[in-house]
């Protein structure tokens, strides 16, 4: 049990840092010309969102001459066609992608569980 709390607090630090340099180094692969002098711009899962807009926040924190980070919710097939048709540098999904979306190339960010918890006076047989 001790392992698994101590995961539990890597975790979050661990997933901060890796998208902090992944954006840190994501203006550098801009081509140069208008579009790298605005924003980058991630979209899609609104499940996903408030992460994203807790890292932007970080990241315009640690780099504040940097282009700012646009987030936008709109759903994982939002963030997949946005992505797909380059209306957003990075597309947000809580889901694994489509056949349609298989050239999209994914990086997990985040895993989530979800638990199901009933008063033991509730009368639940399965």
């Known amino acids: 049990m001790r392992v698994l709390k101590s995961w539990r607090r890597f975790v ?3 997933l901060l840092l890796c998208l902090t340099l992944g954006l840190a180094v994501l203006p550098g692969c801009a081509r140069d010309n208008d579009e790298a002098a ?26 504040p001459d940097r282009p700012p980070v646009n987030v936008q919710g709109g759903g994982s097939s939002a963030g997949a066609r946005a992505a797909l048709s380059g209306t957003a540098h990075i597309g947000m999904m809580s889901r694994e992608p489509a056949e349609s979306e298989k050239e999209l190339v994914p990086t997990v ?8 918890i009933v008063h033991r006076d509730n009368k639940v047989v399965d």
């Open 38 to 63: 605005g924003s980058i711009t991630i979209a899609g899962s609104t499940s996903v969102q408030p992460f994203a807009e807790m890292l932007a926040e970080e990241y315009a924190r640690r780099y």
């Open 12 to 14: 979050p630090v661990y």
């Open 109 to 116: 960010i985040a895993v989530d569980a979800l638990a199901l």
